[in-house]
Nanobody
Framework: QVQLVESGGGLVQAGDSLRLSCAAS????????VGWFRQILGKEREFVAG????????YYTDSVKGRFTASRDNAKNEVYLQMNALRPEDTAVYYC??????????????????????WGQGTQVTVSS
């Protein structure tokens, strides 16, 4: 069992930056790819970014490419999402999730919520214009 806790959300202005953290406890998730998703009330959860277990590969949805960066520190059992140049449309609850993917990964696999076994409770990010 893995417990995930997100932190780092908040209220910022357009153009500002935030760094989200995802801390894992319980069983280590250093062997798990991790994804970041976001959800607006009333809408489906949307894939934002993902990172392979080693950190060597990252995946992003088009709307955040060049602005968001996923990274991880397996020694600390933590994953991060650096978000720069934030826009009002980035406003959402952000979730991290640990995947149970075995084998080759690609963007489509990382973006599928069904491939994730553990989810955090989410952290609110609000970007004002």
């Amino acid at each position: 069992q893995v417990q995930l806790v997100e932190s780092g959300g908040g209220l910022v202005q357009a153009g500002d930056s935030l760094r989200l953290s995802c801390a894992a406890s319980g069983r280590t998730f250093s062997n798990s790819p991790v994804g970041w998703f976001r959800q607006i009330l009333g809408k489906e959860r949307e894939f934002v970014a993902g990172i392979s277990w080693s950190g060597g590969n990252t995946y992003y949805t088009d709307s955040v490419k060049g602005r968001f960066t996923a990274s991880r520190d397996n020694a600390k059992n933590e994953v991060y999402l650096q978000m720069n140049a934030l826009r009002p449309e980035d406003t959402a609850v952000y979730y991290c999730a640990a995947a149970n993917i075995i084998g080759a990964m690609n963007l489509n696999i990382m973006a599928n919520p069904e491939n994730y076994a553990y989810w955090g409770q989410g952290t609110q990010v609000t970007v004002s214009s």
